[in-house]
């Protein structure tokens, strides 16, 4: 293929495969809290973290990283004491973060803010050699926490209370998730942007809700999903000359919007072939006189040219 001539191309699609392949993982467990937007959040704290890095001349992506894994834990923190709600403290972090990072750019040299403008909408092509060594590092430690004690965070997330008088370390686990989440908000920045980055973590795991029966299921189908809109995005981008992130973000839209139909198309089928036998006073079983049919974890009977299956205080008819 021809973008896969230029080495900027090449860096690009394999930031775009370790980001599709870590922003769900994370976000799976995001979703079961209810903290869907934490990662916009974060995407707020980490544009001040960037700020400092280009204002002082030092790495954007290491100060990024420190100053979001720091509101990470100042976060839970503050949430196990009590002090606040999540709902104030994210709003503190939402207007805090931005609100440092417009001074930082306020007060930078001039061409500043059009370097932080890759970081805030995404300018995958311009991934330096750099960037991706340090991104996969970070990568390949969030994937393996993520997985190694992937049962604690997945009871830590979806009840507190009870993985609590299970004897674990809740609050551990919500800082640890916390920190994940900072950190996959860095590794994402250059791809999709930290305006947008939440909506990776988010809509593959909203997809899997529509056609997954399991968590295990659910995550390997949101990994699925992610992989396939971060590299499909940043292809597309290349032919049609647009921002990497906003076309990775549209192509997970449009997955999610045809997972909902074909959801709902699912459901309208089961409800028409599922329908209540219209005035059914005959009570089916054995030997009552109509052929059984097994018809996967029930029996349906055979009676007036429809098969009847008992479902509740009703029978359907197929």
């Known amino acids: 293929m021809e973008m896969l001539q230029y080495d900027f191309m090449q860096r690009a699609l394999l930031a ?127 994937l393996g926490i993520a997985v190694g004690l992937g049962r604690q965070l997945f009871a830590a997330s979806n009840d507190e209370e009870y993985a609590r008088a299970s004897g674990l370390n809740v609050l551990g686990m919500n800082i640890l998730l916390a920190v994940l989440t900072a950190t996959t908000v860095v590794i994402s920045m250059r791809v999709v942007g930290l305006l947008l980055i939440s909506a990776l973590m988010i809509l593959p795991n909203a997809v899997s809700q529509q056609v997954a029966d399991s968590f295990r299921t659910s995550l390997i189908t949101a990994i699925t999903v992610g992989v396939t809109v971060s590299v499909a995005g940043t292809a597309c981008s290349y032919y049609t000359a647009t921002p990497s992130g906003g076309t990775i973000v549209l192509l997970a839209v449009a997955v999610f919007v045809l997972a909902a139909l074909a959801s709902w198309f699912r459901r309208m089928v089961h409800v028409l072939r599922h329908r209540p036998a219209a005035e059914h006073p005959h009570e089916h079983g054995p030997g009552c006189g109509h052929p059984a049919v097994p018809h996967g974890d029930h029996v349906d009977y055979l009676h007036d040219g429809h098969r009847h299956a008992l479902h509740g205080d009703h029978y359907d008819t197929h």
């Open 16 to 142: 775009s495969l370790l980001v599709g392949l870590t922003a769900p993982v994370v976000g799976i467990y995001l979703v079961q809290r209810r903290l869907a937007l934490i990662g916009d959040g974060m995407g707020h704290v980490a544009l001040s973290g960037v700020a400092v890095g280009v204002f002082t001349g030092t790495a954007p992506v290491l100060t990024a990283l420190v100053s979001a894994i720091a509101c990470a834990v100042a976060i839970e923190l503050v949430r196990a004491k009590g002090k606040a709600s999540a709902d104030v403290v994210l709003a503190v972090m939402f207007y805090g973060g931005i609100a440092g990072g417009v001074v930082l750019i306020g007060i930078a040299p001039e061409g500043t803010p059009a370097n932080l403008n890759s970081y805030l909408f995404g300018a995958i092509t311009t991934t330096t050699q750099e960037d991706l060594i340090a991104f996969a590092g970070l990568g390949i430690a969030v």
